[in-house]
Protein backbone atom coordinates (compact mmCIF):
# COMPACT_ATOMS: atom_id res chain seq x y z
CA UNK A 1 0.00 0.00 0.00
CA UNK A 2 2.47 2.09 1.09
CA UNK A 3 4.51 1.59 -2.71
CA UNK A 4 1.29 2.52 -4.57
CA UNK A 5 0.92 5.53 -2.09
CA UNK A 6 4.32 6.95 -3.21
CA UNK A 7 3.70 6.27 -7.06
CA UNK A 8 0.66 7.69 -7.24
CA UNK A 9 1.01 10.60 -5.05
CA UNK A 10 4.73 11.49 -6.60
CA UNK A 11 3.42 11.23 -9.97
CA UNK A 12 0.93 14.24 -9.23
CA UNK A 13 2.95 16.09 -6.71
CA UNK A 14 0.26 15.59 -3.86
CA UNK A 15 1.44 14.55 -0.91
CA UNK A 16 -0.53 13.74 2.05
CA UNK A 17 2.44 12.60 4.47
CA UNK A 18 6.21 11.88 3.45
CA UNK A 19 8.84 9.68 5.42
CA UNK A 20 12.30 11.52 5.13
CA UNK A 21 15.26 10.27 4.81
CA UNK A 22 16.56 8.39 8.11
CA UNK A 23 19.97 6.85 9.26
CA UNK A 24 22.45 7.98 6.51
CA UNK A 25 20.44 6.47 4.08
CA UNK A 26 18.87 8.34 0.93
CA UNK A 27 14.63 8.43 0.27
CA UNK A 28 14.89 5.40 -1.93
CA UNK A 29 16.43 3.41 0.35
CA UNK A 30 14.55 4.57 3.35
CA UNK A 31 10.95 3.86 2.03
CA UNK A 32 12.51 0.41 0.70
CA UNK A 33 13.31 -0.32 4.33
CA UNK A 34 10.20 0.54 5.35
CA UNK A 35 8.04 -1.40 2.76
CA UNK A 36 9.52 -4.16 2.35
CA UNK A 37 10.90 -5.26 5.69
CA UNK A 38 9.16 -3.27 8.73
CA UNK A 39 5.39 -2.97 7.73
CA UNK A 40 5.69 -6.73 6.63
CA UNK A 41 7.47 -7.63 9.25
CA UNK A 42 4.89 -5.97 12.10
CA UNK A 43 2.11 -7.08 9.78
CA UNK A 44 3.19 -10.74 10.47
CA UNK A 45 4.06 -10.27 14.54
CA UNK A 46 -0.08 -8.69 14.33
CA UNK A 47 -1.57 -11.55 12.46
CA UNK A 48 0.52 -13.86 14.68
CA UNK A 49 -1.81 -13.85 17.42
CA UNK A 50 -5.11 -15.12 16.93
CA UNK A 51 -7.34 -13.52 19.16
CA UNK A 52 -10.77 -15.45 20.46
CA UNK A 53 -12.99 -12.78 21.42
CA UNK A 54 -13.73 -9.02 20.61
CA UNK A 55 -12.37 -7.77 23.81
CA UNK A 56 -9.24 -9.48 23.00
CA UNK A 57 -9.01 -8.21 19.03
CA UNK A 58 -9.87 -5.00 20.50
CA UNK A 59 -6.96 -4.21 22.79
CA UNK A 60 -4.29 -6.24 20.44
CA UNK A 61 -5.68 -3.57 18.10
CA UNK A 62 -5.23 -1.02 20.30
CA UNK A 63 -1.92 -2.01 20.72
CA UNK A 64 -0.56 -1.55 17.38
CA UNK A 65 -2.10 1.69 16.73
CA UNK A 66 -0.55 2.60 19.95
CA UNK A 67 2.54 1.45 18.79
CA UNK A 68 2.18 3.07 15.24
CA UNK A 69 1.35 6.32 16.80
CA UNK A 70 3.98 6.06 19.01
CA UNK A 71 6.51 5.38 16.63
CA UNK A 72 4.98 8.15 13.72
CA UNK A 73 4.95 10.67 17.23
CA UNK A 74 8.55 10.27 17.39
CA UNK A 75 9.23 10.56 13.74
CA UNK A 76 6.88 13.44 13.94
CA UNK A 77 9.52 15.12 16.97
CA UNK A 78 12.61 14.12 15.11
CA UNK A 79 11.74 14.90 11.95
CA UNK A 80 11.42 11.95 10.06
CA UNK A 81 8.02 12.34 8.58
CA UNK A 82 6.67 15.43 6.96
CA UNK A 83 2.65 15.93 6.54
CA UNK A 84 0.85 17.95 3.94
CA UNK A 85 -2.27 18.68 2.56
CA UNK A 86 -4.29 18.81 5.83
CA UNK A 87 -2.70 15.41 6.98
CA UNK A 88 -2.01 15.16 10.76
CA UNK A 89 -0.84 12.78 13.24
CA UNK A 90 -4.51 12.45 14.12
CA UNK A 91 -5.67 11.36 10.93
CA UNK A 92 -2.96 8.85 10.70
CA UNK A 93 -3.96 7.73 14.41
CA UNK A 94 -7.34 7.28 12.77
CA UNK A 95 -5.97 5.66 9.97
CA UNK A 96 -3.71 2.81 11.56
CA UNK A 97 -6.95 1.69 13.67
CA UNK A 98 -8.91 1.49 10.29
CA UNK A 99 -5.69 -0.42 8.87
CA UNK A 100 -5.59 -2.97 11.89
CA UNK A 101 -9.28 -3.52 11.98
CA UNK A 102 -9.10 -4.36 8.49
CA UNK A 103 -5.96 -7.01 8.47
CA UNK A 104 -7.70 -8.11 10.98
CA UNK A 105 -11.52 -8.85 9.07
CA UNK A 106 -9.26 -9.86 6.05
CA UNK A 107 -7.53 -12.19 7.61
CA UNK A 108 -11.37 -14.04 9.57
CA UNK A 109 -13.54 -13.13 6.45
CA UNK A 110 -11.63 -12.12 3.11
CA UNK A 111 -14.82 -11.39 0.58
CA UNK A 112 -16.49 -9.02 3.79
CA UNK A 113 -13.40 -7.04 3.97
CA UNK A 114 -12.91 -6.03 0.60
CA UNK A 115 -16.57 -5.26 0.31
CA UNK A 116 -16.44 -2.92 3.20
CA UNK A 117 -12.41 -1.21 2.15
CA UNK A 118 -13.30 -1.10 -1.68
CA UNK A 119 -16.40 1.66 -0.04
CA UNK A 120 -13.80 3.02 2.52
CA UNK A 121 -11.71 3.50 -0.20
CA UNK A 122 -13.85 5.51 -2.67
CA UNK A 123 -15.36 7.36 0.31
CA UNK A 124 -11.60 8.21 0.97
CA UNK A 125 -10.45 9.44 -2.27
CA UNK A 126 -13.90 11.63 -2.69
CA UNK A 127 -13.07 12.93 0.79
CA UNK A 128 -9.89 13.70 -0.10
CA UNK A 129 -10.87 14.86 -3.04
CA UNK A 130 -7.51 13.10 -4.45
CA UNK A 131 -9.12 12.62 -7.97
CA UNK A 132 -10.43 16.27 -8.39
CA UNK A 133 -7.28 17.41 -9.00
CA UNK A 134 -7.02 18.38 -12.44
CA UNK A 135 -3.27 17.00 -13.42
CA UNK A 136 -4.41 13.34 -11.76
CA UNK A 137 -7.79 13.52 -13.66
CA UNK A 138 -5.84 14.06 -16.70
CA UNK A 139 -3.66 10.97 -16.23
CA UNK A 140 -6.19 8.94 -15.23
CA UNK A 141 -7.86 9.38 -18.03
CA UNK A 142 -4.87 9.07 -20.22
CA UNK A 143 -3.91 6.05 -18.59
CA UNK A 144 -7.39 4.27 -19.26
CA UNK A 145 -7.24 5.13 -22.82
CA UNK A 146 -3.84 4.37 -23.06
CA UNK A 147 -4.55 0.87 -21.71
CA UNK A 148 -7.69 0.33 -23.89
CA UNK A 149 -5.84 1.17 -26.81
CA UNK A 150 -3.51 -1.66 -25.35
CA UNK A 151 -6.31 -3.86 -24.77
CA UNK A 152 -7.74 -3.67 -28.14
CA UNK A 153 -4.50 -3.61 -30.53
CA UNK A 154 -3.30 -6.91 -28.29
CA UNK A 155 -6.84 -8.73 -29.34
Sequence with gaps: MELEYILIA??????LWKILPDMGMN??????????IIFPLTTLLFLSKDTINLKESTIQIGKWVLI?????????????IA???GWSLWKSIIFDA??????????KRP???YIIFTLVTIWAIW????????????NIIKF???????????L
Design 10 to 15: STNNYF
Design 27 to 36: RVSTISLYVA
Design 68 to 80: YSSIEWIATLTNR
Design 83 to 85: YYN
Design 98 to 107: ILFWGLKLHY
Design 111 to 113: IIA
Design 127 to 138: HTKYLYRDKMYI
Design 144 to 154: VKNNEIYIKNS
